[in-house]
């Protein structure tokens, strides 16, 4: 294993997310060379470490016992072990498990090395051909539908596309509050059963996605990353508005410095010209 000197790391290890021909070199190295591997479910890991001839120990790390497993880890690395951490598939700690293990691990003074690979999100992005040049990873929307809907309410003024993973059980929810409360205007780029047999990816109208969904029984299965493309130019003014209107709320509250900041995350305006904003609406 690379970078371990004398020192026990934890290394996140990104493996495909469907062919298994997409796992990287240094991957295979690393996790031939560790002790015990953290993994989603140790079945579906097993599957991969099989193919691979891969025989190091498993040990499972999901959301429900991801305390208590991280505790093992740093056990683990306490004796001298050598650990790696995957999930199911794509990058560990990107909507997957493994985000508070890497934390507790590096509090607990270990290294945590990334070893990159398959990420869905990049993955569909790389083949969408939208032209904005920044996007925001949204991960999975709410499951509740009131709660999805204000989600999706509170990203459309964001100057940016937005990447979202959705399972088939709520795609078609999904497609339709995203038609219903974002602009006509947008793209949508359905990814689905990325790097699999049935690979699919559609590039529609926005307004289109729902009809598209429903003019095929298939088009529901497998796992989804959609894509909407940012605001379109005349909705520019708009999102300029709601970004002030945002300012001028948390400007009730806080520093110029702090509410400047805390606007720019939840809009996607640029900091700097809401600083800008913030400094002459305070007289400064």
Not at 49 to 71: C, F, K, Q, S, Y
Not at 209 to 227: H, Y
């Amino acid at each position: 294993m690379e970078n371990t000197n004398t020192t026990p790391a934890l290394y996140v290890v990104a493996t495909p997310i469907g062919n298994l021909g997409d796992i990287t070199l240094r991957a295979l190295e690393t996790l031939r060379a560790a002790d015990l591997i953290a993994c989603e479910d140790t079945r579906h890991a097993r599957r991969l470490l099989d193919h691979h001839g891969i025989r190091a120990a498993t040990l499972p790390l999901h959301e429900h016992n991801e305390v208590a497993a991280t505790a093992r880890l740093i056990e683990a690395l306490a004796a001298g072990r050598r650990v790696a951490l995957i999930s199911d598939a794509g990058t560990p700690g990107i909507s997957d498990p493994g985000a508070r293990a890497c934390a507790a691990v590096r509090a607990a003074g270990y290294p945590v090395v990334p070893i990159p690979g398959a990420n869905a999100a990049a993955t569909a992005m790389s083949a969408a051909g939208l032209p904005d040049v920044r996007f925001l990873f949204a991960g999975f929307l709410p499951a509740k539908a009131a709660a999805r809907r204000r989600e999706i309410e509170t990203l459309k003024a964001v100057a940016a596309a937005l990447v979202f993973h959705e399972a088939p059980h709520r795609i078609e929810a999904t497609l339709a509050d995203l038609a219903a409360l974002l602009e006509p205007g947008r793209t949508l780029v359905v990814a689905r059963e990325l790097t699999k047999l049935f690979e699919q990816i559609a590039v529609i109208p926005l307004a289109q996605g729902p009809a598209w969904l429903a003019a095929d029984e298939n088009r529901r299965r497998g796992e989804f990353v959609l894509i909407v493309s940012g605001p379109p130019p005349n909705a520019k003014g708009e999102a300029d508005a709601q970004a002030e209107r945002v300012l001028k709320v948390l400007l009730d509250e806080l520093p110029v410095k702090q509410a400047a900041k805390l606007a720019a995350t939840i809009t996607g305006a640029a900091r700097n010209d809401l600083y800008r904003r913030a400094l002459e609406l305070k007289g400064g």
